[in-house]
């Protein structure tokens, strides 16, 4: 299958299509690498190249709170404000900065008391 240089006989690299904005949407080197995004607005939604890679993103305003890629990696995130408040990655990180309930202060307190192991409250 023919790129789109191609298909336009297009003799001058990098070649690049950009959107009314301005926005990079296609971009190919001489050798026929080429790199297509979708965009909404000026934040890139998805991201793809001849090599098989692809990633997607997903914004909340200017914050990105999710991405995965075609490498089966993935990220999550939620903000208040600024500030990234939880994170998980499928690698197994999560990093929780939420503020916590009083349910949830009491679990941690009994499980830092050795009352709660494995999620199970031991009996006396």
């Given at each position: 299958?023919?790129?789109?240089?191609?298909?336009?006989?297009?003799?001058?690299?990098?070649?690049?299509?950009?959107?009314?904005?301005?926005?990079?949407?296609?971009?190919?080197?001489s050798d026929g690498v080429w790199s297509k995004y979708e965009r909404?607005?000026?934040?890139?939604?998805?991201?793809?190249?001849?090599?098989?890679?692809?990633?997607?993103?997903?914004?909340?305003?200017?914050?990105?709170?999710?991405?995965?890629n075609s490498d089966g990696f993935w990220v999550k995130r939620e903000?208040?404000?600024?500030?990234?408040?939880?994170?998980?990655?499928?690698?197994?990180?999560?990093?929780?900065?939420?503020?916590?309930?009083?349910?949830?202060?009491?679990?941690?307190?009994?499980?830092?008391?050795?009352l709660i192991v494995n999620g199970q409250i031991l009996k006396n």
């Amino acid at each position: 299958m023919k790129t789109i240089a191609q298909q336009l006989n297009i003799k001058t690299f990098p070649f690049e299509i950009k959107d009314s904005d301005g926005n990079r949407i296609y971009f190919e080197w001489s050798d026929g690498v080429w790199s297509k995004y979708e965009r909404n607005g000026r934040k890139v939604i998805r991201y793809e190249n001849s090599k098989g890679y692809w990633e997607k993103r997903e914004w909340d305003g200017g914050k990105m709170i999710y991405r995965e890629n075609s490498d089966g990696f993935w990220v999550k995130r939620e903000f208040d404000g600024d500030k990234v408040i939880y994170c998980e990655t499928s690698n197994g990180i999560i990093e929780d900065y939420r503020p916590k309930t009083d349910v949830q202060k009491a679990i941690d307190l009994l499980t830092k008391e050795g009352l709660i192991v494995n999620g199970q409250i031991l009996k006396n």
